[in-house]
Nanobody, 117 residues
């Protein structure tokens, strides 16, 4: 199995930037993909971005151009660089891992991002 730990959240003014980290531990070599999701109060959880083992990335349309997902394999860490933040980006940001041939999904605890206007 795998464990995920997010960090890097905080309070930022509109137009600012944050970089979130998702550190994986455990049997990381069986991770197929890691994704970032977010959930705002009263809203459903939504996809932000995913990075696969082969490096292919996918983004939600509303995040394209502002958010960038990347990874450091040596550190087993996936990053989410968020620029031009808007109050609507306020949410708990969570990462998940698609793990093993059975595609078992693991979630981290999340990190709060608050964007003030």
């Amino acid at each position: 199995q795998v464990q995920l730990r997010e960090s890097g959240g905080g309070l930022v003014q509109a137009g600012g930037s944050l970089r979130l980290s998702c550190a994986a531990s455990g049997i990381t070599w069986r991770i197929n993909a890691i994704g970032w999701y977010r959930q705002a109060p009263g809203k459903e959880r939504e996809l932000v971005a995913i990075i696969r083992n082969d490096g292919i990335t996918n983004y939600a349309d509303s995040m394209k151009g502002r958010f960038t997902i990347s990874r450091d394999n040596a550190r087993n860490t996936v990053y989410l660089q968020m620029n031009s933040l808007e109050p609507e980006d306020t949410a708990v940001y969570l990462c998940n891992a698609d793990w093993s041939a059975r595609s078992i999904v693991y979630w981290g605890q999340g990190t709060q991002v608050t964007v003030s206007s």
